[in-house]
């Protein structure tokens, strides 16, 4: 079914294509509920350039955001462009206030960075895993945003298991397949 785009919607994705020069593939999941998984991210622009794939496409993403980001002025900037406000620091009460949110009637569409920061890791985190198991989900949509090409959207999904451990490994093999350069490239480690 084609979205219709709102005024904002058609200006987000002249931004991303016309002024900043990016290509969009794949399409935003059609599910109501859905958690996509969005690498590498190095920098803070992989949120902006996300935020306007996905509008530009006629969604409305969130993803978890560290609350103290949210002070003023950028705190109703970041909530505006579905930034929730997470505590990082109680990883129990982090996922499970996003489970709840994500049994709530309604449209939930969550992105979530695996890497869980902007510095090189080696593990990504597991986080998103209970929060698909939980939530109903049985797959996670695979997004990029690739600085080497300027490529941004969905390439993929991925069936999980109840195994979160072999999950990981998987989903950062078929990132790695994609060859894909961070903003800041010695931020994204491969194996």
């Given at each position: 079914?084609?979205?219709?785009?709102?005024?904002?919607?058609?200006?987000?994705?002249?931004?991303?294509?016309?002024?900043?020069?990016?290509?969009?593939?794949?399409?935003?999941?059609?599910?109501e509920k859905c958690i996509i998984l969005g690498a590498p991210h190095t920098s803070i622009w992989d949120f902006v350039i996300s935020y306007?794939?996905?509008v530009g496409k006629g969604h409305?993403?969130?993803?978890?955001?560290?609350?103290?980001?949210?002070?003023?002025?950028?705190?109703?900037?970041?909530?505006?462009?579905?930034?929730v406000p997470v505590d990082r620091s109680n990883s129990t009460a982090l996922v499970l206030s996003i489970i709840r949110e994500m049994r709530k009637p309604?449209?939930?569409?969550?992105?979530?960075?695996?890497?869980?920061?902007?510095?090189?890791?080696k593990r990504w985190k597991a986080g998103f895993h209970p929060i698909a198991r939980?939530?109903?989900?049985?797959?996670?949509?695979?997004?990029m945003f690739d600085w080497g090409t300027k490529r941004v959207g969905i390439f993929g999904t991925y069936t999980i298991t109840d195994n979160a451990k072999y999950d990981i490994a998987e989903i950062?093999?078929?990132?790695?397949?994609?060859?894909?350069?961070?903003?800041?490239?010695?931020g994204y480690v491969t194996h």
């Open positions: 079914m084609e979205r219709k785009l709102s005024a904002w919607s058609r200006f987000c994705g002249f931004l991303l294509h016309k002024v900043l020069g990016w290509k969009s593939i794949g399409e935003p999941a059609a599910e306007l794939y996905y409305d993403p969130k993803c978890m955001v560290k609350s103290s980001l949210f002070f003023w002025p950028l705190g109703p900037i970041l909530r505006a462009m579905g930034g309604g449209y939930f569409h969550l992105a979530i960075a695996p890497e869980g920061t902007r510095q090189p890791v939980e939530g109903g989900l049985d797959k996670v949509y695979l997004a950062q093999k078929l990132y790695e397949a994609q060859g894909l350069v961070g903003k800041t490239p010695s």
